[in-house]
């Protein structure tokens, strides 16, 4: 039978059969009671006025409100909610069953797939600031059968019920910050589940609650639609060529004429002499380039790029959509396309300006420690804004407005 003529049932058993495949090639294995949930809810009851084969694509957000040209709220791809899903349940030893659960970004979808997991004993409470997005998610939840969702519109920076408790909160929007009302309603032990960016480049973390202090499980590469409300940090993309552009953090400038002047110059490129295997997560490595450089340059930034000035060889990055890159005394860099000999591949960096070999081989050697160190995976520990520098762990910190957050390396 095609995709064409397939019923609903069939999509969503294919896009699961992708899905459980897509995390076998990655060294992963999907939870059977995740499974099962995503087998379970019919997607496309939220994705009203969409195809339904678009519905079920397993790699594909459905954007469900734009203003102009920014995507506002959308019901994520369903290869990043069963991920996230995984990484809660992994983090509550294994099991959401009887959990008390809080969502934050709501759409109905994910919604749903937490009340399968969490079961008649749990409850699922889901939030968001914008009352188009909650009456639509009311909608969509009593047309698949989940009317016991309670469905929430609120700014989610401040307490949801000031006397609920929740062993897993789980965001849905990009985050800058973890606010205080967040620790205050997890329980002890419990587990926040949230997009957060770092340096500019945004990971779901699944954090656990120890104390007045959050300490990360895992994390995983992601990309969601930025927080709303008082929640809010902006991201500015500069362009400083054709096609070119630099993602910045909160409060970050750069001249855009002096950066691309920059990609004029010739160009060095060094490499970092190492075989790496297929499945090494880069992931990793681009949080510990920032990590380790931040210190060291002027500005650390997230070099993107069209595919037409990737092929006209205006810069060539490691990933186009985001790829970490420094400033440093007139000179730009950043990492590299792979190079790759039979089945593995060798790390390497570009520089523009005036002292570009050194700088390039700066952030090759970062990689190069990288490596030596065992290709150590980030962990992040999320303390309050007031907390001392002698009570920090070790580590690079990051302060933000509510929380300072310190990251970390253990090997993988």
């Given at each position: 039978m ?6 609903s049932?069939g999509?969503?058993?294919?896009m699961?059969d992708?899905?459980?495949a897509d995390?076998a090639?990655?060294g992963?294995?999907m939870?059977?009671e995740v499974?099962?949930a ?5 997607r496309?009851l ?5 195809p ?5 694509r397993s ?9 102009g040209d920014?995507?506002?709220?959308s019901v994520s791809?369903?290869?990043l909610?069963?991920e996230m899903?995984g ?9 959401l069953?009887g959990r008390h659960?809080?969502?934050i970004?709501?759409?109905g979808y994910?919604a749903?797939l ?16 914008d009352?188009?997005v909650?009456e639509r998610?009311v ?7 989940y009317g ?8 989610a ?5 000031p006397?609920r408790?929740?062993?897993l909160m789980i ?8 606010p205080?009302?967040w620790?205050a309603?997890l ?6 589940v ?8 945004t ?8 104390g007045?202090?959050?300490v990360?499980q895992?994390?995983?590469?992601c990309?969601?639609v930025a927080?709303?409300?008082a929640?809010a940090h902006?991201?500015?993309y500069?362009?400083?060529?054709e096609?070119?552009?630099l993602?910045?953090?909160?409060g970050?400038?750069?001249s855009?004429?002096a950066?691309?002047?920059l ?5 060095e ?12 997560v880069?992931a990793d490595?681009?949080l ?10 002027d500005?650390v930034?997230v ?7 990737v092929?006209a060889?205006l810069?060539?990055?490691a990933w ?16 590299s396309?792979l190079?790759?000999a039979?089945?593995l591949f ?8 005036p002292n ?5 081989g700066?952030?090759?050697?970062h990689?190069?420690?990288w490596?030596d160190a065992?290709?150590p ?5 999320v303390l309050?804004?007031?907390t001392?520098?002698g ?7 990051l302060?933000?407005r509510?929380?300072?957050?310190v ?5 993988a």
């Open positions: 095609s995709v064409d003529t397939m019923s049932e999509l969503r058993d294919a699961v992708e899905l459980v995390h090639a990655k992963l294995m939870r059977p499974e099962a995503l087998r379970a809810v019919p496309d939220y994705t009203p006025g969409v339904v084969k678009q519905a079920y790699d594909t957000a459905v954007i469900t409100k734009r203003h920014e995507t506002v709220s791809a369903p290869w909610i069963a899903l990484q809660a349940a992994d983090a509550l030893d294994g099991s069953t659960v809080l969502e970004g709501s759409g994910n749903s937490l009340r399968e997991l969490v079961g008649p004993s749990g409850s699922v409470t889901s939030v968001d600031i009352p188009e909650t998610a909608a969509c939840l009593a047309a698949a059968g016991d969702v309670t469905v929430v519109c609120a700014d920076e401040q307490p949801i019920g006397s408790r929740f062993d965001v849905t929007a990009g985050a800058w910050d973890i205080p009302a620790i309603q329980s002890e032990g419990g587990v926040l949230v997009p957060l960016r770092t340096f500019g480049m990971r779901s973390w699944a954090l656990r609650r120890v007045d202090r959050l990360s895992s994390q995983r590469l990309g969601f927080m709303q409300g929640g902006e991201v500015r500069v362009d400083i060529a096609g070119v552009h993602r910045l953090d909160e970050q400038q750069v855009p004429e950066v691309g002047g990609l004029s110059q010739p160009r490129q060094v490499w970092a002499g190492v075989s790496l295997a297929p499945r090494t880069l490595l681009d510990w380039l920032a990590a380790r450089l931040a210190d060291e340059v500005q930034v070099l993107s790029a069209q595919q037409e000035a092929d060889d810069v060539t990055p186009r959509f985001g790829t970490p890159a420094a400033l440093h005394e007139g000179t730009f860099f950043y990492r396309a190079r790759w039979d089945d060798d790390l390497g960096a570009f520089a523009h300006g570009a070999a050194a700088a390039a700066r952030m090759v050697a990689m190069r420690a490596v065992g290709t995976s980030p962990v992040v520990h309050p804004a007031q001392p520098d009570d920090l762990p070790a580590g690079t910190v302060d933000k509510h929380s300072r957050l990251l970390t390396f253990t090997p």
